[in-house]
């Protein structure tokens, strides 16, 4: 993880500016007042008066600069980072991320990357201007007195200990209280989407009671986790009083003038203020390694496809005929995940994929959608081996229809015309018709998703499919496509693609029995081969 | 936006511990922050004036123990009440949810966000806003009394210019609230695109157009960081401004201070502890300040789910029947926000033994179990009826073992035995005992592992050892395999002998075993039903 750059460094400069001039605001005032107390010349007092104004004014002017200028550091590297995050992960899409819950993980993804560009501001620009503030310190109170400068050293000595131990103890309870956390939010989500089915069978008290457990277990993580913080937090007042009181008996057997005595017992309050925020720092940077550690993990993995751009070009607008034979496939390249599968799709046939979870039904598809390559057997187009094609083609072929079709936060043109740019408005009213929301209250300008229009899961699923048939790619793949509908929504979505799909071919895998409603052929994967079922 | 919402100690018991304890060591710290501006300030004047330094010293160190007590409590406290506070809220939410009809529970895709992101962005507000709030109520009206009894000069210029800041703080607000608004809502929606891409990410691969994608992020990205930099501008120049306003109004004090010192009408140590009090009175001003903006989000959220928990609700219609008879009375009910009604008029009665219902799709069958299930709450007309077991045709099931799924709402321990004896009348003893761990198999989310049929009559299964009189099927044996229906079908009329069951059937082989059958039926304006000799 970079944490440190030219911009980064140059606004922790800053910041120490202005952070050394809050502890001479507090020294020099300090010696002001016993100089003044000494009832000199006023005239005596003016450097210093000058010196206190300044220092005040220059705490708030350098503050202000130094936050301008690291934010918008870290504002450039987040669009820098944004991009280059976003075009790793498009050769590992959809094969390299999770099987389910694809958009709460790539939501954790943008929060990863987030936390990992603000540790520059976080951590970076606070860790630069409070050593260089207390490196400054321990100088003048050494020039002034070396005892005292060794007791300040001792003190930010303590200080970065406490420091380095709460940041080890947010390392170590990060991971416990994310996955607490997460416990906590899947929880609520499910009773509060289910409140009805959990309510049909009484089972309230059951639900809260889930509830209940997962928010022990989130007390639990926030209390392990913010000891750290806490202790931190502890020691720096005890250890400045220790401190101030060994600066005040090195001042009684100095032969300094009072001012400047004055000057060294209020060195370790001032500097007190400057340590404050390093609990804050310590946690931001466990979380900063954390983030680090999971994007690393993530873009680490190899894509799941070898791309050819060569072979021979398919024909366009025909519907191919697709064949696996013998065809196993793994997701991490030791587990078997399905196979061996035979399965034919001839042109325009429906074929359903069946099969208890795990026996490899999405793989299937992700094998046809050339997702994922297989590890043996042979999966032919149209007699030529799917391999030997252009990847950009084969997948040009298939549209996918799955449980989390995502609507962009833009026009409802917008988030059908990305299936094929070149559709007329009349095409993409033809389309929405066809998958059934021609009754849509919403004109192609509503904006639909974030802070537009809300659609329920029936329409997100018919956006889904009209999308489908807008492409016009000759076959399309159902990966449960109505898996979080209700029973007479999931019939009427898929009774009506059903109606209008032309002669594509359809391949669906569902594990609810509505999902298979009209197939001419069922494939259950538990059997391994293909059999007859009537439709 | 209300900084404090008393409604929050109200409706919140549980909230009412951690914002007391959060209060006091509040107000303990402040304590304790003051009489360490006296400790230090006797500490510089014993060694200025070469004095003895062992009694202040003493009580410095006294005073900064107390101070890491209280700061360990402190985080200790904020943390946990912060957790406190939004998990007490949640369930809350949460129950009443659970509690409250259908129509009375706020959209899905509003109730999940304020049970998530919404009741835990109330865990900073709680944990770091309204400590501060406490702290800017507190530490500068306690400073300003120790003020007026060490040196009541300093105390007027303090009294005389702390109420500048919020003044001035409001004026800079004002001047550049609608900037501000214009600029956040720009803001939300740029920042927003990364994530919205982010989260298409499978879609936009899925038809090739995610490599155009990137240059859209780049730019986009540049123009969230210009406007965002327009807007932080502004909030960093306020707070700059105060600060300098605060250092000012310090700097009067010193300089009314040294001026006295110089002239001789003023001792040293009312002078230091002056100078070291009079900056304590205005930074919890400031932090608060500082506070509100990463708060406010928690302000709105807790707002609307504080609404959420003392709207009213209407009284239900329901009353409970003592015998396991079922009957309703002209009932109607209209589906929020539709304009028609899906039950007009329904008349019904059912007695023990097996009820069946059919009617054309969309008649409202499913609605009409829900209303006897007490799960919504009718426009007109009465339902009695006992307590029900609804078994919806998306039937709950949890991730989870067998067993937990079986016993799931049950208000009672179920033996062992039983649960065997359920499994058998559905004729799935045979396919538990054959899995590796029995009943303590685990189960995938909705049931996933178990086939269609399966799972269908596993919650027949848990229908069974329900101990409620009167049993509720909508659509039990649709789509299911010939197996399953015939065993489910044979389970349905044993349940039946002891109990009120009303299924909601297309399948001629239910209603051919059903005691009584109900046609609903759609007529004109009002639906009614019609009893068919079984």
Redesign the interface.
Same mark, same amino acid.
């Given at each position: 993880m970079r944490l440190a750059d030219r911009q980064t460094i140059a606004a922790g400069l800053l910041g120490a500016v202005a952070v050394s001039s809050g502890v001479a605001l507090t020294a020099t005032s300090g010696w002001l007042i016993v100089r003044a107390s000494e009832k000199p010349v006023i005239l005596t007092l003016l450097t210093a008066i000058v010196a206190v104004r300044a220092f005040g004014m220059a705490r708030p002017v350098f503050r202000y600069w130094e936050r301008l200028r690291s934010h918008d550091a870290a504002l450039a590297d987040l669009a820098r980072e944004r991009t280059s995050l976003y075009a790793a992960l498009i050769p590992l899409t959809p094969a390299r991320l999770v099987r389910r819950g694809r958009a709460a993980m790539l939501t954790g993804v943008v929060d990863d990357l987030t936390d990992r560009v603000e540790a520059r501001v976080r951590v970076t620009v606070p860790a630069v201007a409070t050593t260089l503030t207390a490196v400054f310190a321990t100088v003048l109170c050494w020039l002034v007195e070396p005892a005292a400068g060794l007791t300040v050293a001792a003190l930010t000595v303590v200080v970065a200990l406490t420091t380095w131990v709460a940041w080890r103890v947010e390392t170590r309870g990060h991971d416990d209280l994310g996955a607490a956390r997460a416990e906590v939010g899947r929880v609520s989500e499910l009773v509060t989407s289910q409140a009805l089915e959990l309510q049909a069978i009484g089972a309230q008290e059951a639900a809260t009671g889930w509830l209940d457990d997962a928010h022990a277990r989130l007390d639990r993580a926030v209390r392990r986790q913010v000891t750290g913080r806490a202790l931190a937090a502890a020691v720096l007042p005890a250890a400045t009083a220790v401190a101030t009181v060994v600066c005040a008996v090195v001042a009684a057997g100095s032969d300094r003038s009072a001012p400047v005595l004055g000057l060294l017992v209020l060195a370790p309050f001032a500097l007190a203020e400057v340590f404050a925020p390093l609990p804050d720092v310590a946690r931001a940077l466990a979380r900063a390694q954390a983030a680090d550690r999971d994007l690393k993990t993530l873009l680490d993995a190899q894509p799941a496809v070898r791309a050819t751009t060569r072979g021979r070009v398919l024909e366009h607008g025909s519907v191919p005929h697709l064949r696996l034979s013998g065809v196993t496939a793994s997701w991490d390249g030791t587990r078997r995940a399905a196979g061996p599968v035979d399965l034919d799709v001839a042109p325009g046939s429906v074929v359903a994929v069946t099969g208890p979870s795990g026996v490899g039904k999405s793989t299937v598809l992700a094998v046809l959608a050339r997702q994922l390559d297989p590890e043996s057997g042979s999966y032919t187009i149209d007699g030529t081996d799917a391999l030997d094609l252009p990847l950009n083609q084969v997948r040009g072929l298939f549209a996918i229809v799955d449980d989390e079709p995502h609507v962009f936060a833009t026009t409802l043109r917008e988030n059908l015309r990305f299936a094929r740019p070149s559709a007329t408005d009349d095409d993409l009213r033809a389309a929405l018709a066809s998958a059934g929301l021609g009754g849509l209250d919403a004109d192609l300008d509503t904006r639909l998703g974030t802070g537009g229009r809300g659609l329920s899961g029936g329409e997100r699923a018919r956006l889904s499919i009209a999308r489908a048939l807008l492409s016009g790619r000759p076959v399309l793949l159902l990966d449960e496509p109505v898996a979080h509908l209700d029973h007479a929504t999931a019939v009427a979505v898929l009774d009506d693609l059903m109606a209008h799909r032309g002669g594509r071919s359809v391949v669906v895998v569902s594990h609810r029995p509505e999902g298979l409603h009209g197939a001419h052929g069922i494939i259950d994967l538990r059997d391994h081969a293909p059999m007859a079922a009537a439709g | 936006m209300r900084p404090f919402d008393p409604r929050l100690l109200r409706s919140i018991p549980e909230a009412r511990r951690p914002l007391v304890l959060l209060a006091v060591v509040g107000t303990v710290q402040g304590v304790a922050t003051i009489a360490t501006a006296f400790a230090?300030a006797h500490?510089?004047v014993?060694?200025?004036r &070469?004095q003895s /330094?062992g009694e !202040?010293?003493a009580y410095?160190?006294g005073? =900064?123990?107390i101070?890491?007590?209280l700061? =360990?409590?402190?985080?200790?406290v904020a943390?946990?009440g912060g957790?406190?506070v939004s998990?007490a809220l949640? $369930?809350r939410l949460?129950?009443r949810?659970? *509690?409250l009809p259908?129509e009375d529970?706020p959209? !899905? @895709?509003v109730?999940?966000t304020l +049970?998530?992101q919404g009741?835990?962005s109330v865990e900073p507000y709680a944990a770091r806003f309204l400590p501060a709030l406490v702290t800017a109520a507190v530490v500068p009206a306690l400073a300003l009394v120790a003020l007026v009894a060490v040196d009541w000069v300093s105390a007027l210029v303090v009294a005389l210019t702390l109420p500048l800041l919020p003044v001035f703080a409001a004026l800079i607000g004002a001047a550049t609230r609608d900037e501000t608004q214009r600029r956040w809502s720009s803001l939300? @929606?740029l920042s927003?695109? =990364?994530?919205?891409? #982010? $989260?298409?990410? !499978?879609?936009?691969?899925?038809? &090739?157009?995610?490599?155009r994608?990137?240059d859209t992020?780049?730019e986009v *990205?540049?123009r969230?960081?210009r406007a965002? #930099?327009a807007t /932080? $501008?502004l909030a960093?120049?306020s707070?700059? +401004?105060l600060?300098?306003l605060a250092?000012?109004c310090? +700097?009067i004090v010193?300089v009314f201070?040294?001026?006295r010192?110089?002239? &001789?009408s #003023?001792? /040293?140590l009312p &002078?230091?502890v002056a100078?070291l009090l009079a900056p304590e009175a205005y930074w919890p001003v400031r932090r608060v300040g500082a506070e509100f903006h990463s708060a406010a989000d928690g302000t709105a959220a807790l707002e609307s789910a504080l609404d959420e928990l003392e709207a009213a609700t209407a009284a239900p219609a329901r009353a409970p029947a003592t015998s396991g008879t079922v009957v309703l009375t002209r009932l109607s009910y209209t589906y929020p926000g539709s304009s028609r009604p899906v039950l007009d008029g329904v008349d019904l009665e059912a007695g023990p033994g097996l009820t069946v219902v059919t009617g054309e %799709?969309g008649v409202g069958k *499913?609605t009409l179990l829900?209303l006897v299930?007490g799960?919504r709450t009718p426009d007109a007309g009465t339902i009695e009826a006992p307590?029900a077991?609804?078994?919806?045709?998306? !039937? =709950?099931l949890?991730t989870g073992t067998v067993r937990a799924n079986l016993t799931? @709402?049950?208000?009672r321990p179920v033996c062992e035995d039983e649960q065997w004896a359920a499994l058998r009348a559905v004729a799935l003893d045979s396919l538990v005992e054959s899995l590796p761990h029995d009943l303590d198999e685990t189960l995938?989310d909705?049931g996933?592992?178990?086939? +269609?049929g399966q799972r269908a009559r596993l919650v027949l299964a848990?229908a069974l050892l %329900?101990d409620?009189p009167l049993v509720l099927l909508d659509?039990p044996t649709?789509?299911?395999d010939d197996e399953s229906v015939t065993v489910a079908h044979r389970a349905i009329r044993d349940l039946a002998a002891t109990r009120t069951v009303i299924a909601v059937t297309h399948r001629p082989e239910l209603v051919a075993l059903a005691d009584h059958h109900v046609h609903l039926r759609a007529h004109a304006s009002t639906r009614h039903t019609e009893e068919v000799p079984a």
């Open positions: - | 230090l500490l510089a014993a060694v200025v &070469g /330094l !202040p010293a410095l160190l005073l =900064f123990v101070r890491g007590i700061a =360990f409590l402190g985080e200790r943390a946990r957790v406190a998990t949640r $369930r949460v129950s949810w659970l *509690s259908a529970r959209e !899905p @895709g109730a999940v +049970a998530t009741t835990t939300a @929606g927003g695109h =990364f994530l919205d891409v #982010m $989260r298409g990410l !499978p879609t936009l691969v899925g038809y &090739g157009r995610a490599e994608q990137v992020i780049a *990205s540049g969230h960081r965002t #930099m /932080l $501008r960093f120049l707070s700059a +401004a600060e300098l250092t000012i310090v +700097a010193a201070v040294g001026l010192l110089a002239y &001789g #003023m001792e /040293l &002078g230091l100078i %799709s *499913s829900e299930a799960l307590e077991h609804l078994v919806t045709q998306r !039937p =709950f949890m799931l @709402g049950q208000g995938g909705d996933r592992g178990l086939s +269609a848990r %329900s409620a659509e649709a789509h299911l």
